[in-house]
DNA sequence: ACCAATCTGGTAGTGGCTACCACTCAGGTA
DNA sequence: TACCTGAGTGGTAGCCACTACCAGATTGGT
């Protein structure tokens, strides 16, 4: 993790993983996954495998990377505490969804929709991928289960917690159907919806969406 | 999967199978999964490594192994599909956790229940086994929805099977919380219980429990 | 006694991943 | 300019999961 101490580094440090990871999308999609070696990446990223290495932990990395965890996180830890559980978790989900494929500020976003569409076919068609993105989404649990205040607050009541991980997966788990039917559908349907419509279904129309929001 | 033919043939896979796993298991948890390798296991056995890969597919099988899916979906389809989708799918998933971990008949099953509680911490310890065993509860999400009648019935109502997929993922999520609740507790409290108090958390308290049961 | 299917074991190889070490190149200091 | 540090990069060797491909052994039924 040797990054902040200079911009300059950390910037040439983004790129090239931003390299990398378009090269090994691009790759993985045309020619398969595990029919794709990291040394095929990196020869067409103009590397070395072991530079590879350096900036992705494993190869299934090059496809999951995510930081949209603290988005969520943020989200709730600014909600109204006042409101049940799965409504703060579901509004949160449903903004960040909406900041993340929304045109970014001018362009938009087509791309990076593209590219976010490309990762998303992969985690659902390749096996390993599709079970280290829901492991993913055990860990987005625990950030929000801490962003509650229900995790390790001063007083770590263990009821509370348990209440509030139920709720937090159960959320996740209908924000995943949601994505997968946006996958299938290309993207076409708003993704905020689809969450929408998916956190209705599983708990009720009344749930979600009504209340005040943070 | 050649067995079916000689009953004698299938008891023998059946035994070799429950050794490996045993040993399996054992190692893994005195010296922890990723410094045991499938030598090891092998070795401790009495097999070659060769006979291993035969029986279990990948290392991770040798902890996973799981046939309980297919309770869950005969109670699913013998629920009534006029409660809501919740309900039906957690009544399932309690009444199979019952007759999972309650004694068998007359013997206690505290042997049995000690060998799922050893394969579940591993599970959750190990970042690989944990990540497969969410993937895991994935296909269990489709064998539910199938038994629901939403899957590929006669009128594959894309709609409906969103709504079932959501509400069988979110079902499967708070299980899963109440799973990890239960190794936690080393299984002290009964599983059936917590599952239902982890559906009640997510889904509220009127939802799970009440109604005609199937 | 025979046949066929199955179970088992061995060898060799691929590919992900990890040490350990060496080189290059930017940036700051004297 | 000369020097030093530290990050980025590359190479070699090796472990281990896993997969062909092939060969012997054992079992069940005839």
């Known amino acids: 993790m040797p990054d902040q101490h200079s911009?300059?580094?950390?910037?040439?440090?983004?790129?090239?993983?931003?390299?990398?990871?378009?090269h090994a999308v691009r790759l993985f999609t045309e020619r398969g996954y595990d029919a794709t070696t990291v040394t095929d990446v990196a020869e067409a990223a103009g590397m070395s495998p072991m530079t590879v290495y350096r900036h992705f932990p494993t190869k299934e990395d090059l496809v999951l990377v995510d930081h949209n965890g603290r988005l969520v996180a943020e989200r709730i830890a600014a909600s109204s505490a006042a409101q049940p559980l799965v409504r703060r978790i579901g509004n949160a989900l449903i903004d960040s969804a909406a900041t993340l494929t929304g045109s970014g500020r001018g362009d938009d976003g087509t791309a990076s929709r593209q590219f976010l569409l490309a990762r998303l076919r992969l985690m659902i068609s390749t096996p390993a991928l599709r079970a280290r993105h829901l492991?993913?989404?055990?860990?987005?649990?625990?950030?929000?289960?801490?962003?509650?205040?229900?995790?390790?607050?001063?007083?770590?009541?263990?009821?509370?917690?348990?209440?509030?991980?139920?709720?937090?997966?159960?959320?996740?788990?209908?924000?995943?159907?949601?994505l997968m039917r946006w996958a299938e559908d290309d993207g076409r349907t708003e993704l905020p919806h689809l969450i929408a419509k998916a956190l209705a279904a599983a708990f009720g129309d009344d749930v979600v969406g009504a209340g005040p929001d943070a």
């Open 7 to 22: 911009p300059l580094r950390a910037q040439r440090r983004a790129e090239t993983q931003r390299t990398l990871q378009a």
């Open 135 to 178: 492991d993913n989404h055990y860990a987005l649990q625990q950030a929000i289960v801490d962003a509650l205040g229900a995790g390790a607050g001063d007083a770590a009541d263990p009821e509370t917690a348990f209440r509030a991980q139920a709720a937090a997966g159960a959320c996740l788990a209908a924000m995943h159907t949601a």
